[in-house]
């Protein structure tokens, strides 16, 4: 059809901090999206599985040790290598349902004694930005039943506490907060709910930067 413009993918992003159900989540949304008839992959950040990822797992397991302010331009380098794929997956109709973005490189790495969280922004300028944000949020006493964090080198309760507060800062009227207290089920319905109607309203939409 001539002057048709070919609808695009929703770009939607999942955030919180450790064990809020963030990648349970993700996966129960793509299927449900696909279930629907919505074309949807799932990605996640920090992609460990490239050059760079591989440099990050190795950091976040402790076997190794990356100066603060080299590690965050790793994080953020991970999703700008990921950036042409994404820019032709959305383009081509595909919804994408990432488990982490820029928001945690920043909310984690502003956690650290003298980072700025517009230090921290910096890099993230021109990365593509996301349609809509999931933001699951854990009561403190939730989180502690759902028992010990795992050995990896943020999971401590002092550092996300004050990723946590970080995250509130950056959020603006694309975020939804969600209480993730609630049952696995009761949350991917909401969830799904909501990501429909981004969805929706993300067809028409241009692509824009963060
Ligand atoms: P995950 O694989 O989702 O458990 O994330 C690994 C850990 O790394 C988690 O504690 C959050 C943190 N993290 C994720 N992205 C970034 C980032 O871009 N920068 C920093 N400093 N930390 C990040
Ligand atoms: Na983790
Ligand atoms: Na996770």
Redesign the pocket.
Known sequence: MPGSVAERGAFIVFEGC?KSG??TQCSQLVQRLNDAGVKAELL???D?TTTIGKMINSY?QQSCQIEDHA??LL??A??WEAMPRMTELLQSGVTLVV??Y?F??VA??AAKPDFSVEWCQQPERGLLRPDHVFYLTLSPEVAAQRGDYGT????KKEIQAK?AANFDLLKDETWTVINADKTKEDLSTEIFEHAMKVVDSSKQAELAQL
Do not use: Q
């Open positions: 450790d963030k990648s996640k950040f920090p460990r976040l590690i965050h994080f953020t991970n999703r488990d982490r820029s945690s490189g984690y790495s990896e080198r943020y999971e990723a």
